[in-house]
Antibody
Framework: EVKLVESGGGLVQPGGSLTLSCSAS????????MHWVRQAPGKGLEYVCVISSNGATTNYIDSVNGRFTFSRENSKNTLTLHMTRLRPEDTGVYFC???????WGQGTLVTVSS | DIQMTQSPSSLSASVGDRVTITCRAS??????LVWYQQKPGKVPKVLIDAASSLQSGVPPRFSGSGSGTDFTLTISSLQPEDVAIYYCQKYDTPPWTFGQGTKVEIK
């Protein structure tokens, strides 16, 4: 059974930084690209970024490009999303997703507020 | 980047009604489209992928069609448990953009 568990969310001031983690199990982790999707309170789903199976390639939406860094450690089946220069509009639940679009974690809440 | 536009943004229909939601891509995406159902406080659930392939365990009243730029999700006979927000998402190339969602309610 695929299991994705996010952690690291919390309250941070605008301009601050936060690092999210996703622990994956139940599938051949090194084989698949993985994704982050976020959802602001009461709003729709927003695709954030993807990382290739070997971690060599990443792709970000424009609004986070240059502020977020997505990485993975295949030896530990772990994903990391390092978020800097956070803005109030980054507030939301962040979901770890993969393989493909089928499996979602339960999400971790990030709140950017003073 | 390719934009995904869903319509309507919300709808209200009676139990047993046929409901149709559309999703339009700003450029052709072949059949690389997935439909989700999200109920309040829950994680999105995949209903259909490859535009028309029903996921295992999903009731057959749900169906999908389309290719290229225009796609449709149909609920043939709306049930109370179908109250949810429905999203489309493209997955041909990154970013895997979502539509803005369609809220389905019972009249």
């Amino acid at each position: 059974e695929v299991k994705l568990v996010e952690s690291g969310g919390g309250l941070v001031q605008p301009g601050g930084s936060l690092t999210l983690s996703c622990s994956a199990s139940g599938f051949p982790f090194t084989t698949y690209a993985m994704h982050w999707v976020r959802q602001a309170p009461g709003k729709g789903l927003e695709y954030v970024c993807v990382i290739s199976s070997n971690g060599a390639t990443t792709n970000y939406i424009d609004s986070v490009n240059g502020r977020f860094t997505f990485s993975r450690e295949n030896s530990k089946n772990t994903l990391t999303l390092h978020m800097t220069r956070l803005r109030p509009e980054d507030t939301g639940v962040y979901f770890c997703v993969g393989p493909w679009y089928t499996n979602w974690g339960q999400g971790t809440l990030v709140t950017v507020s003073s | 980047d390719i934009q995904m536009t869903q319509s309507p943004s919300s709808l209200s229909a009676s139990v047993g009604d046929r409901v149709t939601i559309t999703c339009r891509a700003s450029q052709a995406i072949s059949n690389y489209l997935v439909w989700y159902q999200q109920k309040p406080g829950k994680v999105p659930k995949v209903l259909i992928d490859a535009a028309s392939s029903l996921q295992s365990g999903v009731p057959p009243r749900f169906s999908g069609s389309g290719s290229g730029t225009d796609f449709t999700l149909t609920i043939s006979s709306l049930q109370p448990e179908d109250v949810a927000i429905y999203y489309c998402q493209k997955y041909d190339t990154p970013p895997w953009t979502f539509g803005q969602g369609t809220k389905v309610e019972i009249k």
